[in-house]
């Protein structure tokens, strides 16, 4: 009875998260507050690690990592320039097609105007488990693309 309300919590948790992703994306870079003033910038690159329903040691250490290194490389710019999410793929059917997930992984976008323009899978992230220092470089080197982009 326990494992099935965790399930459930979890669940409406993704549902959550994804109700204010689609939010998020629908907004405009110039949407304006009441005085006029600009009150959010619709342009950024976005860290999403999908996971399945079912997660192993391995998927847990990827988003870890991942995280980590988005935290520590991205810290001055992180929730302006730089986002980071955690979504189940299988929750996120619509963002899953997009960008052909049927595994676990990282995927790099750029949003402009609230809409993802381009994304990047790093499916390279399974292999770099070994080499924390490889597995940075990789994941920051997509990050720094889109940014030198903007």
Known sequence: ??????NL???????TIGFALGKRAGQSEN????TGQK??????????YFHGNQRCKTCKL????????VNHAFKDKLDKSVKWNVLNYQSEVKLAKKFDLSFSTVVVTKVENGEIVDFQRLDGVWEKLND???????LEDAVNAYLEDA
């Not at 919590?9 to 549902?15: A, K, N, S």
């Not at 949407?31 to 009441?34: K, P, S």
């Not at 009150?39 to 999403?48: D, F, G």
């Not at 924390?132 to 990789?138: G, L, Q, R």
């Open 1 to 6: 009875m326990q494992k099935f309300i965790t």
């Open 9 to 15: 919590l979890l669940i409406f948790v993704f549902v």
């Open 31 to 34: 949407r304006q507050n009441t």
């Open 39 to 48: 009150i959010e910038n619709a342009n950024y690159v976005q860290v999403l």
């Open 62 to 69: 990827i988003e870890s990592m991942a995280e980590n290194s």
């Open 132 to 138: 924390e220092i490889s597995f940075n470089e990789y």
